[in-house]
């Protein structure tokens, strides 16, 4: 898949952890036109380097994927330049990544505290130690997702610039800096000055929940693409109804409260498939927090799937939400 063709169909689904594994991957590319479905591109959860680097059984789990939620970008993320390199050249050698990312941007405490993620841009040397390393080592597209900076120092610009020297073919830039995590707005005219700053495509990232947010994103940032976050944490079909809206100008409705269920109940039985019943019960809950947000009775409705222990539990509050 060449940069070119990526930027055909120009949103993006975000990597979140714990959020997009394979089984919503494919529930997001389900619900996109099969028009435009064919070149979607979705990022994975970040995955570890030094985990592939040592062969650990659950990280190398996280790097499978299936044909019906291909292409795929691996995210991953890791602080040593050696390892971080043949992390990389043994996903490419999978042969089912479209794309190979780093993660420049993850704020969680865990991550930081191991010099990983958002702290490297604290390091802007070790940056690109890093990126060349994985450049050399990978054919196929390379790409970056960093935030703003790590505190008020924004320094973006900065790591971009150091990005687009290492050879990186595209940059994903959510509008805030890690001390902010997800408070505040994002501020695209942040990403605006990286966009202006380099050559290579450049994604916005922050604060895209519907139409007008998508409109006003592009104008001010320039962007060649637009990624989406936590808007599609139990909204799985925004990413399709977007990217419509942006190819054709069409504003598709929301599903409705049937259609809703049936999406909720697809992804539960993904779920399943991929992860086994018991794993499955524990993440749906998570995922149906958000899936029943603003719905009638929704708290009621979070409480029956937290106590909810088997599949038939999980059954009767699906069609407890159809009668409702």
């Not at 499978?64 to 971080?84: D, H, M, Y």
């Not at 320094?155 to 509008?175: R, T």
């Not at 592009?218 to 060649?224: G, L």
Request: hydrophobic share 40%; glycine share 8%; charged share 25%.
């Amino acid at each position: 898949m060449t940069v070119e063709e990526i930027f055909k169909t120009p949103i993006f689904l975000a990597p979140m952890a714990g959020v997009t594994d394979s089984a919503f991957r494919i529930i997001v590319r389900e619900l996109v036109d099969e028009t435009y479905r064919k070149n979607l591109l979705m990022f994975s959860e970040m995955v570890s380097c030094n985990g592939i680097h040592y062969r650990n059984e659950k990280t190398l789990e996280m790097l499978k994927t299936s044909v019906g939620e291909r292409p795929v970008a691996i995210q991953l993320f890791g602080s040593n330049p050696e390892i971080c390199a043949t992390a990389a050249k043994y996903v490419e050698e999978l042969g089912t990544a479209a794309v190979i990312d780093f993660n420049l941007g993850c704020p969680a405490p865990k991550i930081v505290k191991n010099g990983e993620g958002s702290a490297l841009t604290q390091n802007p040397k070790l940056v690109g130690e890093i990126l060349s390393a994985i450049r050399k080592a990978v054919k196929i597209p390379f790409s970056i997702k960093i935030r703003l900076g790590f505190d008020e120092n924004i320094n973006a610009v900065e790591i971009a610039k150091i990005a687009e020297n290492c050879g990186v073919d595209f940059i994903a830039v959510h509008g805030r800096t890690r001390q902010q995590f997800y408070s505040g707005e994002a501020n695209w005219y942040e990403i605006a000055k990286v966009k202006a700053a380099v050559k290579i495509p450049v994604i916005a990232n922050g604060d895209v929940k519907n139409f007008d947010s998508l409109d006003k994103i592009f104008e001010i940032t320039k962007a060649e693409g637009v990624m989406v976050g936590r808007a599609a944490q139990g909204n799985p079909w925004i990413i399709g109804a977007l990217l419509k809206y942006f190819l054709t100008g069409e504003k598709v409705s929301p599903p409705n409260l049937n259609e809703r269920v049936e999406i909720m109940k697809r992804h539960f039985e993904k779920l399943i498939e991929c992860k086994g019943e018991n794993v499955a019960i524990r993440e749906m809950r998570a995922h149906a927090a958000w899936y029943t947000k603003g719905l009638k009775g929704g708290a009621e409705l979070r409480k029956n799937f937290n106590c909810a222990e088997n599949i038939p539990d999980f059954e009767k509050v699906f069609d407890k939400i159809k009668n409702s």
